[in-house]
């Protein structure tokens, strides 16, 4: 059983431009949700995809898009990037809803620094 | 607004004895709640979870205690080991089958000194 993976593990962009951030999720998890870690911050949620559709958005403005592939994978997009987006980026994969034993998994994060 | 509070950024303790570490919330509607550990350079690990019709559940050192009255939760790790040196944070959310979000607090450095 493979646990989530992120790519990359660390990244730096230019002030405006875009970021593809990706994740695989957990064997047999049809659930991946995306959260920002700012620094001294708890991981706020982004959003959440089963099964391919959006299934919960966080404050989370319209540039963070992201999609679901039908392997359940999922990539997280950021369009216009601003300096406060760098942050640490996490996916977190679960089967279904949330109940005792489907708790949401985190894969290592990927550390975005926009300069 | 932040929906999940861990007030104590910080906590020492000594190998051995008892690690507690607080949580308050303030949302009525939540009523799932896990702790998480979190490496650095490292995600969030899985640590224990509790759902509102329990008010207390272990899991070999660890044992999470819930009061639904006064919206806290605790965690509880005994004995301390300084491989429990991480950064701990609380997490609720509404229970569901379908969609849900993982609501965290700041989270709680533990250093457990030898």
């Known amino acids: 059983e493979t646990g989530v993976t992120q790519s990359p593990t660390h990244l730096i962009k230019t002030r405006g431009q875009q970021v593809t951030l990706r994740c695989s999720s957990q064997?047999?998890?049809?659930?991946v949700s995306w959260y920002q870690q700012a620094l001294g911050q708890g991981p706020q949620f982004i959003f959440q995809?089963?099964?391919?559709?959006?299934?919960g958005r966080g404050n989370f403005p319209p540039r963070f898009s992201g999609l679901q592939f039908p392997n359940y994978s999922s990539e997280l997009n950021v369009n216009a990037l601003e300096l406060d987006d760098s942050a640490l980026y996490l996916c977190?994969?679960?089967?279904?809803?949330?109940?005792?034993?489907?708790?949401?998994?985190f894969g290592q994060g990927t550390r975005l620094t926009v300069v | 607004d932040q929906q999940v509070k861990q007030n104590s950024p910080s906590l020492s303790v000594q190998e051995g004895r008892i690690s507690i570490l607080n949580c308050d919330y303030t949302?009525?509607?939540?009523?799932?709640f896990l702790w998480y550990k979190k490496y650095p350079a490292e995600g969030p690990t899985f640590l224990i979870s509790?759902?509102?019709?329990?008010d207390k559940n272990e899991d070999g050192r660890f044992t999470v205690f819930l009061n639904k009255s006064a919206k806290h939760l605790s965690l509880h790790i005994v004995p301390s080991q300084p491989g429990d040196s991480a950064v701990y944070f609380c997490?609720?959310?509404?229970?569901?089958?379908?969609?849900?979000?993982?609501?965290f607090g700041k989270g709680t450095s533990l250093l457990v000194t030898p």
């Open positions: 064997s047999g998890h049809n659930t």
């Open positions: 997490a609720a959310s509404p229970n569901s089958n379908s969609g849900y979000a993982l609501n």
């Open positions: 995809y089963y099964r391919e559709e959006e299934n």
């Open positions: 509790i759902s509102s019709i329990k």
């Open positions: 949302n009525s509607m939540f009523d799932y």
């Open positions: 977190a994969s679960s089967l279904g809803g949330l109940r005792e034993g489907t708790e949401a998994f």
